[in-house]
């Protein structure tokens, strides 16, 4: 499984991919924020980095008989002075193991959480200063010229470039004692740090630290939203076009075949009513119309001596085709009766077992049997009645 | 217009979810409403199609009756006629030696096959062409030539 940061920028329309398979590493920067799914495989983990002044961070704890609903009301009536926006349009991620609240607009969470919804990975969206979080120290990251401020009480913030020195001041001011590392890497300037310790890193090398930090159970709030999207679950499960088409044919059938199979019996129907209909018009022109078919057609045969015209019987007749009368001396089949006389001539003991064997499979009785066996070969006459069926 | 997407926007996640449940609940109570009409409409069909079948077997079968009896009356007093029609399906099925006789309210033709078949072909064809009805068949098998003599029922 391949492992994916993605970094996106201070207006939201970039971001920087990296990307951490087994052996291979790729980095894709200012990438559409449309085009992150290009650069993304499915069913990876994809952890996403928001810039930290776009998340309000504020250590808040939570206690033990507060209901979920309660503490946010608690903590949106404490803090509704701190929010630049109306409560109701931010979005509140807590974490219990943290004492950290993230605050978030839903005019920024929402159309991102619907953008990676769409890449069909497992994802996480952090501030972007846990990336170089560290236990009870403050630590300041260059990154994409914004400075990334990751305080020892768990919160953070960025800062552009441009304000960094007014918010240095400020951060100064709050915190005593505030002495940051300054982390920076492919050749940042660290002027503004001299005073204090630097340290050289590089940008992979805290990815792949913060994938062994996190590389099972992450404790960390993540902000993102799992959704159902269409676009995702396809991806997901590697849905091609060929698969779907084949999916939707398969679907298809499934809804239109029962249809199509009532229809085709309607049909069938309709078939025979009419060829009915029609051996009634050539028995009699004047015939109009099929009322109740058996009752007419017994009608019509009752004009005939019905002993005269018996149908012919064509199981008999089959009959003649079930046992090799050409191997028998002589036969009779009487289709009055339904019987079969059969007489044999000194007829070999194998040839006899099969005609035996037959005559036991079919649906026959035998009446009469006057078979002798004598020295292996078999002579004289069986009577059969021949079932009905 | 109602924008369907603000009022879904609009309601609480327990809302979205009991939406979804009551949704969901239809859907699934559609396609088994559906699934069961097919299989009731295709039950029915399938009654339909199999009464119609043997009401058609039956009605054939009455008519070939009909259509028996009459060839069969019609050639009641013409046994030159009658012993033509055999020859010609004779020959048309290579059965040997053929001979017919008549004996009050019966009719005999005596002839020699070379496979079984013949016989069921030429009984069907006596059936269909004169309409008249077998009453039985003689089968003996003299050194490996089989001669075959069948009875017909006349009409009276």
Known sequence: MKNYFIHIDNDFAKAEVFSYGDSISSHHPATDMDEIRSHVDPNSKAVVFLPSNMIRCIYSKKETNESEEQFEARFFSEHEDDLITDVSSNRLIFSEENNLALVVEKSIIDPLNDLLNQIGCDVEIYPEYFLHQALDQDTCLFINGRYSFSFADGSGFCAKKESFNDYLDLVTKERKNFKPIFMAFDGAEASEFKQTDCKEVSLEALHRDFLTAHSKKSNLPSMFESKFNVQGTLRRFNFERRDLIYSFIVISSLLILPLVNIALMQSYKKSYEEKTFSIFTELNPNFRRIVNSRAQMDQLLLAINSNETKPLDLNVLGYLRAIPIDEIASSNIDFDNSNVTLEFDRMSSMKYSIIDNLIEQSNTRVIKNDIENTDGAFSGSLVLEIGSD | ?156
């Open chain 2, 1 to 156: 217009m109602i924008d369907l997407g603000k009022i879904w926007l609009e309601r609480s996640q327990r809302e979205q979810n009991l939406i979804m449940l009551t949704m969901i609940s239809v859907c699934l109570a559609l396609l088994i409403l559906l699934s069961s009409s097919i299989l009731s409409q295709t039950n029915q069909s399938r009654n339909q199609l199999k009464k119609a079948k043997q009401d058609f077997e039956y009605v054939k079968n009455g008519a070939d009756r009909l259509i028996g009896f009459a060839l069969a009356s019609s050639l009641k007093d013409q046994p030159n006629e009658i012993r033509r029609i055999i020859n010609e399906i004779a020959s048309q099925n290579d059965l040997g030696e053929i001979e017919v006789s008549f004996d009050s309210d019966k009719m005999f033709s005596t002839f020699t096959i070379d496979d079984i078949d013949q016989i069921i072909v030429f009984i069907n064809q006596v059936n269909g062409k004169i309409g008249l009805n077998i009453r039985s068949l003689d089968y003996v098998n003299s050194n490996k030539v089989g001669s075959v003599t069948v009875e017909f029922e006349m009409v009276n």
